[in-house]
């Protein structure tokens, strides 16, 4: 069995093992993988269709940014469906000639795209030092050439690690402790002296550096010129145009650069952690350089937003409103319509101008509609925004349906830990689709309007659920207590009933002590704006638009703050204080790691809830002065990343339910 392994000339194939030491975690590793490379794909074939289609931005940064997308995806398209393949159906084996084309073209499209960075940072240069001579420096044919130039030049400096490869022996193994092929980590198979290969790469990394060295004096002199600037609005503008570019250098050379590091001095790193750097390298690029221009190019995010169209804003209250006509004369109209600035009161056979001023002296009544703003100060770049939230949306929505399927299927988890992880799993569906559709809607289609009673109800389902989750991770909490502090009593204390009256109470308190708040919100005059700068219904910025009294509403939902859920916070760390002190008088290490590797889990989960939770009730109240659009990216992390990370993290900390879900992907035992 043991000359399975070993050759003495060229092997047929390899044997890629993925990511070695995490390969109970491919599959939800291909989650992550596959939503990358669709944002990739997308991204960049929107960047070329915008620029292709849209006259005005055929010019050379344009032009540059154009060969950037299109190495992108020559990049990720020479690793990721091979990765895929490995994580999805066990496709280990490649082919010698295939794994060298593999290599040849990874190292091909990293050099093209250190290549067009160094292009696109001399484009900045010339714009910003010597803008009066940009259209004579970077005619279309200067342009053409750089472009040849950026192609041709890595192709032929990588071609000869082919023949440096192909010449090598492999007596060794076959197997490749990598998720695809790339040229260190295959030369060092042979069997024969690889100091040319290791001298060659090196002298390639060096030209990398040479690049990056380029870059970096471009930008000294650009940030020179920008703070010779006048005005303080030109060198924040300049700064803008250039910000772009430097996030997508950092992004780009940095993985780059530890990569090649750890291959030589990095023996003591992990080579998990290794593979996983060189695949960020791979990935993250490619995905994020489309964001990045798209949100931060003024051209491209305008053609975007043409795709999407967006009708202008029209708001509408129901109100009861007495105005004067003329000195002595009233008459009472019902209905309001308010178009930009201006609002008109409706009565029948007349319209008559009703100045905003006005507005505020009229007695409302509940009104009929609010108008969610999304993400205020980011609406040029909502499109964008809904990739990630779509993606976190249906990551959850697959992880906890996977998580119920799996506890359902397997006899073996029908026990305490894992019936509380099942209500987790419930309450994570039912929070995130409380918002996301909607706010997917605002994005995509601009739905803005949600009816008050709608409001009220998508208000009591985000705080209920809120409440029952944080009183299901005091549960879980209470579990691991009896399990690991007196693990001979578990199954007495903690039986079928008992769990049943857990999860009942749990349901419970959420609800009641939730109920008074569309209530309380219910019975407030609304005077102000029927605007909500939010995407969804929260309580307390529903409460801030009435103009009365509502100190009873924020005293109370500041006693659901500290009293219900900091008491949770309080019950959880005295659980876990204990659960520590009972897991460091374990009498060997491995008993420890063992029992710190039960409760990783749920102290990540306590930690992705509450932290978000609390910063965001926080500065609702005390946080005037945060940027609104922050505090809004806050509050749906919140919302968001909760459900998307627990199936995640119980999925790979679990290994009961890793086992299963493995078995489901392969039909055989682990």
């Known amino acids: 069995?043991?000359?399975?392994?070993?050759?003495?000339?060229?092997?047929?194939?390899?044997?890629?093992?993925?990511?070695?030491?995490?390969?109970?975690?491919?599959?939800?590793?291909?989650?992550?993988?596959?939503?990358?490379?669709?944002?990739?794909?997308?991204?960049?074939?929107?960047?070329?269709?915008?620029?292709?289609?849209?006259?005005?931005?055929?010019?050379?940064?344009?032009?540059?940014?154009?060969?950037?997308s299109a190495v992108d995806l020559g990049l990720s398209t020479a690793t990721v469906p091979r990765m895929l393949g490995i994580f999805w159906f066990n496709f280990r084996e490649i082919s010698f000639g295939g794994c060298l084309t593999q290599m040849f073209f990874i190292h091909t499209f990293t050099g093209m795209e250190s290549a067009v960075l160094l292009a696109m940072a001399f484009d900045r240069y010339v714009a910003i030092c010597n803008p009066l001579r940009y259209t004579v420096i970077l005619a279309k044919k200067r342009i053409a050439l750089i472009g040849l130039v950026t192609i041709l030049k890595p192709g032929v400096l990588i071609f000869p690690l082919v023949f440096l490869v192909d010449r090598l022996p492999f007596c060794r193994t076959s197997v490749l402790a990598h998720a695809y092929c790339e040229h260190m980590g295959i030369a060092k198979l042979a069997c024969a002296d690889i100091r040319a290969n290791g001298e060659y790469d090196l002298f390639l990394v060096y030209l990398l550096v040479i690049d990056l060295i380029m870059i970096f004096l471009s930008y000294v002199r650009i940030l020179q010129a920008i703070f010779q600037l006048p005005s303080k609005d030109s060198c924040l503008k300049a700064l803008s145009t250039c910000g772009s570019h430097m996030a997508v250098m950092f992004i780009f050379y940095t993985p780059v650069l530890f990569s090649y590091l750890t291959h030589r001095f990095g023996q003591q790193i992990p080579r998990s952690a290794h593979i996983l750097v060189a695949s960020f390298h791979i990935l993250m690029p490619p995905m994020l350089n489309p964001v990045i221009y798209g949100v931060r190019a003024k051209e491209i995010r305008e053609r975007v937003l043409r795709i999407f169209p967006r009708e202008r804003a029209t708001y509408f209250c129901i109100c009861t409103a007495t105005i004067t006509l003329e000195p002595g004369h009233t008459q009472e109209v019902r209905g309001m319509y308010s178009q930009?600035?201006?609002?008109?009161?409706?009565?029948?056979?007349?319209?008559?101008?009703?100045?905003?001023?006005?507005?505020?002296?009229?007695?409302?009544?509940?009104?009929?509609?609010?108008?969610?703003?999304?993400?205020?100060?980011?609406?040029?770049?909502?499109?964008?925004?809904?990739?990630?939230?779509?993606?976190?949306?249906?990551?959850?929505?697959?992880?906890?349906?996977?998580?119920?399927?799996?506890?359902?299927?397997?006899?073996?988890?029908?026990?305490?830990?894992?019936?509380?992880?099942?209500?987790?799993?419930v309450n994570d569906l039912v929070m995130s689709t409380s918002t996301l559709p909607k706010t997917l809607s605002i994005f995509w289609f601009n739905s803005r309007e949600i009816d008050f009673s709608a409001c009220l109800t998508q208000m009591y389902f985000i705080h209920c659920f809120s409440v029952m989750e944080s009183g299901i991770l005091m549960t879980m909490a209470f579990d691991r207590y009896v399990a690991i502090c007196h693990p001979l009593r578990y199954s007495t204390t903690l039986t079928n009933p008992v769990v049943a009256q857990f999860g009942l109470a749990v349901v419970l308190r959420g609800s009641m002590l939730i109920l008074p708040f569309p209530l309380l919100a219910r019975r407030w005059p609304y005077c102000r704006t029927n605007i909500i700068p939010e995407p969804f219904c929260s309580h307390i910025v529903v409460v801030k638009l009435a103009c009365a009294d509502t100190r009873i509403s924020s005293y109370?939902?500041?006693?659901?703050?500290?009293?219900?859920?900091?008491?949770?916070?309080?019950?959880?760390?005295?659980?876990?204080?204990?659960?520590?002190?009972?897991?460091?008088?374990?009498?060997?290490?491995?008993?420890?790691?063992?029992?710190?590797?039960?409760?990783?889990?749920?102290?990540?989960?306590?930690?992705?809830?509450?932290?978000?939770?609390?910063?965001?009730s926080l500065m609702y109240r005390f946080g005037p002065n945060v940027a609104v659009h922050f505090h809004v990216l806050i509050a749906n992390m919140f919302l968001l990343l909760p459900p998307m990370l627990n199936p995640i993290i119980y999925g790979v900390r679990t290994r009961q339910i890793r086992d299963r879900l493995l078995w489901l992907f392969t039909h055989k035992g682990t």
């Not at 070993?6 to 390969?23: A, D, N, R, V």
């Not at 992880?399 to 359902?408: D, H, Q």
Request: glycine share 6%; with cysteine; hydrophobic share 50%.
């Open 556 to 616: 109370y939902g500041l006693f659901v703050l500290f009293c219900v859920m900091g008491l949770d916070v309080i019950f959880i760390t005295v659980s876990y204080i204990q659960i520590l002190r009972a897991i460091f008088r374990l009498p060997t290490k491995d008993a420890r790691l063992k029992t710190l590797g039960t409760c990783g889990s749920h102290l990540c989960t306590i930690l992705a809830f509450y932290i978000p939770g609390l910063f965001s």
């Open 340 to 425: 930009g600035n201006v609002l008109f009161c409706l009565s029948v056979g007349h319209l008559l101008p009703y100045s905003m001023s006005d507005s505020n002296k009229t007695d409302f009544t509940n009104p009929s509609t609010f108008i969610l703003q999304g993400i205020p100060g980011l609406e040029a770049a909502h499109v964008w925004i809904s990739i990630p939230f779509c993606s976190m949306y249906t990551i959850a929505i697959l992880g906890n349906f996977t998580i119920l399927f799996i506890v359902k299927m397997e006899p073996g988890l029908h026990g305490p830990m894992y019936y509380f992880l099942c209500m987790l799993a």
């Open 1 to 68: 069995m043991p000359m399975l392994n070993y050759t003495y000339s060229h092997p047929s194939t390899f044997i890629l093992l993925g990511i070695p030491g995490l390969e109970a975690a491919h599959v939800w590793l291909s989650i992550l993988f596959c939503t990358v490379y669709i944002i990739t794909l997308l991204g960049n074939c929107t960047i070329l269709l915008i620029i292709k289609t849209e006259p005005s931005l055929h010019q050379p940064m344009f032009y540059l940014l154009c060969v950037l």
